[in-house]
């Protein structure tokens, strides 16, 4: 195990009526103008709005909307919230929706605070910004566990790429499950293998020797594969829907990365993909994740032997070490099928040319944890077998 300092800033209010519950304590220790932010509209639809505004009211907030957060938010949305909560002097942020909101709202939290560019802060000084106006989470979708941690992932159309951006933690989170009952089933599923995939890229970070992270890595991802069979199967199951959302916020509040180098490799390979098309996350993730991994499990053949028999039961009597880590992946390969997730960009009907194929791979950010060191060539050969 790696030398760590573990601090956790986010407070976590979990299950029925979290918001009803908690939220009237948390908004009377903020001032008076309250950003409501949220996404294309589902929040109206759905009842969750006018249940939160009434709380807003009742706690005597001046409420500011700041609408139309679009999946795989841009940094020109971004910039229009803090423009927006600088010229309405807003003292809290309350972010409403699924990853998209959340790290959009941690950006719109710490760009209102600076009159500096974030991105350039960040990306050209290497600075890490340490104002932010305070802001808290009510999750309606989970799965990226975005409320989690105080990092976000933008879209810089202008300069092409989908790149993490350090922002604000949320004081808290409202985890409530029966708010994902009206989620999508294709966007249930994204959201919860994209779960999987937090896991399975920290357990493959390094050291490659197990630790205790690990083992509860293994406990989140058996979870989260039991779970999606099970809100298949039902999807009016809230108890399943708990277990998502929970596992969501396991996968990123940091306790499976405790004493690790993570890998996320694929996620990497995903944002460049989605910052050319601007395709969905998790199913972009379902696409790569098998293709990677058969490029990279001989360097590190004994965890992913291990991941095999572990989290898909795989039988290893008479098998060598390196036909049970391919059985593993076999069974992830399956399991993407199994549940509906893409296993080609065409069927997410997303086209890649040649041209953009190799610009994904020459912009794709190689990480310190990936077991393999990969080469832009490798990037643009798993690129082409995805398509
Ligand atoms: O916009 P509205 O109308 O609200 O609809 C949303 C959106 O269309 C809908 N939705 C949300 N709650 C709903 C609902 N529909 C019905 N009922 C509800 N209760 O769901 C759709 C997808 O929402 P979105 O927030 O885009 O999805 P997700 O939560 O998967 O977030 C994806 C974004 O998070 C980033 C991804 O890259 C992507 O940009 N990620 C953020 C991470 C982080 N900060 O830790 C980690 C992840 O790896 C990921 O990269
Ligand atoms: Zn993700």
Not at 87 to 112: H, M, P, R, W, Y
Not at 294 to 313: G, P
């Amino acid at each position: 195990m790696n030398t760590f300092t573990y601090e956790y800033p986010v407070k976590q209010y979990f299950g029925e009526k979290a918001a009803a519950n908690h939220l009237p304590a948390e908004l009377a220790k903020v001032g008076k103008t309250v950003m409501l932010a949220y996404g294309g509209g589902s929040i109206k639809r759905t009842g969750i709005y006018d249940e939160l505004v009434e709380i807003l009211k009742d706690a005597g907030k001046e409420v500011v909307e700041f609408t139309g957060i679009m999946s795989n938010p841009t940094y020109a949305k971004v910039q229009e919230g803090a423009a927006l909560a600088k010229e309405k002097q807003v003292d809290f942020i309350l972010a409403v929706g699924g990853g998209s909101v959340s790290d959009c709202c941690k950006i719109v939290a710490t760009q209102a605070k600076y009159e500096q560019d974030i991105w350039e802060m960040e990306y050209t000084d290497h600075q890490i910004p340490t104002e932010h106006i305070p802001m808290g989470v009510v999750v309606t979708a989970s799965g990226t566990g975005s409320e989690q941690n105080n990092g976000a992932v933008i879209t810089h159309e202008e300069k092409k790429l989908k790149a993490a951006l350090w922002g604000a933690y949320a004081a808290f989170a409202i985890l409530d499950p029966a708010y994902t009952l009206s989620v999508p089933m294709k966007q249930v599923i994204s959201g919860a293998f994209d779960t999987l995939s937090h896991a399975m890229e920290t357990y493959f970070g390094q050291p490659e020797e197990v630790n205790l992270s690990d083992e509860l890595g293994e406990a989140v991802m058996r979870n989260t594969i039991r779970n999606i069979r099970k809100v298949i199967e039902n999807p009016k199951d809230v108890s399943a829907r708990s277990e998502l959302m929970w596992a969501s916020a396991m996968a990123e509040n940091g306790i499976l990365k405790i004493g690790k180098v993570t890998d996320f490799q694929g996620h990497m390979i995903e944002h460049q993909v989605g910052a050319y098309t601007d395709c969905n996350h998790g199913q972009g993730l379902a696409v790569i994740h098998p293709h990677l991994y058969r490029t990279i499990y001989r360097d590190a053949l004994s965890k992913f032997a291990r991941f095999a028999k572990e989290v898909w039961n795989v039988d290893d009597t008479g098998k060598s070490e390196d036909e049970v880590a391919q059985a593993g992946i076999q069974a992830l390969a399956d399991f993407i099928k199994e549940i509906g997730l893409p296993t080609t960009f065409a069927e997410m009907n997303v086209t890649l040319d040649d041209d953009m194929v190799r610009k994904i791979a020459e912009s794709t950010v190689f990480t310190a944890g990936c077991c393999k060191k990969l080469t832009v060539d490798d990037i643009e050969r798993i690129l082409i077998q995805c398509k």
